[in-house]
């Protein structure tokens, strides 16, 4: 029978989840495939040790770091039921 209090873990469980979908999120997002020597959105020069430690990279940095502050995150795990949340 359901108490509505949550089971020993629960906590760390929570927070498991959330840094793993955090993890899988920003390995979805990163680069794959040929990269480029030019930057697809400004046309800058994309320096030989930025594409040698990204592979597949397809913008510059300050690109990217505009695309970092765009990237909208709500911070909520969305996996959890009514019934899982804590007390």
Not at 49 to 65: D, K, L, N, S
Not at 68 to 85: E, L, T, V
Request: charged content about 30%.
């Amino acid at each position: 029978m359901a108490t509505g209090w949550a089971g020993d873990g629960a906590v760390q469980d929570q927070i498991d989840a959330t840094v793993k979908d955090g993890i899988q999120r920003a390995r979805s997002r990163l680069p794959s495939g040929p990269g480029l020597s030019h930057c697809e959105e400004c046309e800058a020069a994309i320096p030989e040790a930025r594409r040698r430690a990204i592979p597949g990279v397809r913008v510059c940095v300050a690109c990217q770091e505009a695309r970092d502050r765009d990237a909208a995150f709500s911070g909520y795990n969305r996996r959890g039921s009514k019934d899982s949340q804590l007390r």
